[in-house]
Nanobody, 135 residues
């Protein structure tokens, strides 16, 4: 059974950096597209950044473009989200999700951007890690 465990959250000041990790176990990371999502109190969950399974196509929400970077480490079975120039608006619970390449990615015309904006595109979810950015 696929398991996702996030780590790396915490408290930082505005302008600071954090690196989140999403450790995949149970199956090889190669098979999976991975997405990072966040939910702030009183707001809906939103897609932050996603990466495809086999060709490393990426998507970033406009609010994090040029500040966040998603990367895959197949040897470590881990996907990272490097977050720089953090703002108080980035405060949220960050959760990673996975979907096997034969599912949502295989739908004709579907893109990693589409997947990142549709929660139902993702089969497995982690528990989340809190990120708090103080002003």
């Amino acid at each position: 059974q696929l398991q996702l465990v996030e780590s790396g959250g915490g408290l930082t000041e505005s302008g600071g950096s954090l690196r989140l990790s999403c450790k995949v176990s149970g199956y090889t990371l190669d098979y999976y597209a991975i997405g990072w999502f966040r939910q702030a109190p009183g707001k809906e969950r939103e897609g932050v950044s996603c990466v495809s399974s086999r060709d490393d196509k990426t998507y970033y929400a406009d609010s994090v473009k040029d500040r966040f970077k998603i990367s895959r480490d197949e040897l470590e079975n881990t996907v990272y989200l490097q977050m720089n120039s953090l703002k108080p608006d980035d405060t949220a619970v960050y959760t990673c999700a996975a979907d096997p390449f034969w599912e949502s990615e295989s739908v004709p015309g579907n893109t990693i951007a589409n997947m990142c904006n549709k929660m139902e595109s993702w089969a497995s979810w982690g528990q989340g890690t809190q990120v708090t950015v103080s002003s």
